[in-house]
C-alpha cells in the first residue's frame, strides 16, 4: 500500500472510530432540529431560508473536527514519518484532505436530506442543496486542514480555527447559498471557489507543517 493511500485509510478510521464523524453530524442534524423553534413553524419561511441554514450548519460542523487533524500527529511525529519516506509536506496534507472529506462530506450529504425534511424544503431545493454540498465540501475540508496546520500546537486552537477559516468560508456560504436558490453563476461560482482551495491549501498546510518542524 503506497504512503498516500495509508494516509487517506488513517483519516477514515480516525473518522468512524474517534467521534470525527459523529460529533459534527449530530451538530448538524441538531441545528436544524432547534431552527424552526427560533424562528418558528411558518413553512414558506422555513423552506425561504432552510438552504442557507444548511450551509452555515455544514460551515460550523467542519469546524468541529479541526483539532485532530494535524496536532495530534504532528506532536506523535506521524508526519515526520511520511516526510523521512519522501512525501512532501503538501502531499501529505492533500492526502489528509482527501480522507477528510471522505471521512465527513458523504454522511453530511446523507444527513442533508433529514434536515431538509426537518426545514420543510421542496425535492428540487434539496436536490440543487445535495449538488452544491457535493461541490463545496471539498473546499470546507482543504480549509479545515490548512486551518488545522496554521494553529497546530497553539494554546486555543479551536478559537483560533473558528477566527482563520470562517472568514476564507464566507465565499462557499454565499454561492452555496445561492446555489440553492438555483442561481446557475453561484453554483459555477462555488465550484470554482472549492476547485481553488483545494488546489491551494495543500501547499499552505504543508507549508505550516513544515514550519512546525522549526
Known amino acids: 500500500m503506497s504512503a498516500v493511500a495509508a494516509i487517506i485509510l488513517r483519516e477514515l478510521r480516525r473518522s468512524w472510530t474517534s467521534g470525527g464523524l459523529v460529533l459534527p453530524v449530530a451538530f448538524f442534524l441538531l441545528t436544524a432540529i432547534l431552527f424552526p423553534f427560533a424562528v418558528g413553524p411558518d413553512g414558506q419561511l422555513l423552506a425561504r431560508i432552510g438552504g442557507g441554514v444548511i450551509w452555515a450548519a455544514a460551515l460550523l460542523a467542519a469546524l468541529l473536527p479541526v483539532e485532530r487533524l494535524v496536532g495530534p500527529d504532528a506532536e506523535s511525529g506521524m508526519i515526520d514519518q511520511f516526510v523521512a519516506r519522501g512525501l512532501s509536506d503538501a502531499t501529505v496534507a492533500a492526502a489528509k484532505m482527501a480522507g477528510h472529506w ?31 454540498l457535493a461541490l463545496g465540501t471539498p473546499g470546507l475540508a482543504a480549509l479545515g486542514i490548512a486551518t488545522a496546520a496554521l494553529t497546530s500546537g497553539l494554546r486555543g486552537a479551536g478559537a483560533l480555527a473558528g477566527l482563520v477559516m470562517l472568514p476564507f ?29 483545494v488546489a491551494g491549501c495543500p501547499f499552505v498546510a504543508g507549508a505550516a507543517m513544515k514550519m512546525g518542524r522549526g
Do not use: M, Q
Open 102 to 132: 471522505l471521512g465527513f462530506a458523504p454522511s453530511l450529504l446523507a444527513a442533508t436530506v433529514i434536515a431538509s425534511a426537518l426545514l420543510r424544503l421542496p425535492g428540487e431545493a434539496l436536490l440543487r442543496i445535495e449538488i452544491a
Open 169 to 197: 468560508a464566507i465565499p462557499l456560504l454565499i454561492f452555496g447559498a445561492g446555489a440553492v436558490d438555483g442561481e446557475v453563476g453561484a453554483l459555477k461560482l462555488l465550484a470554482a471557489v472549492s476547485l481553488v482551495l
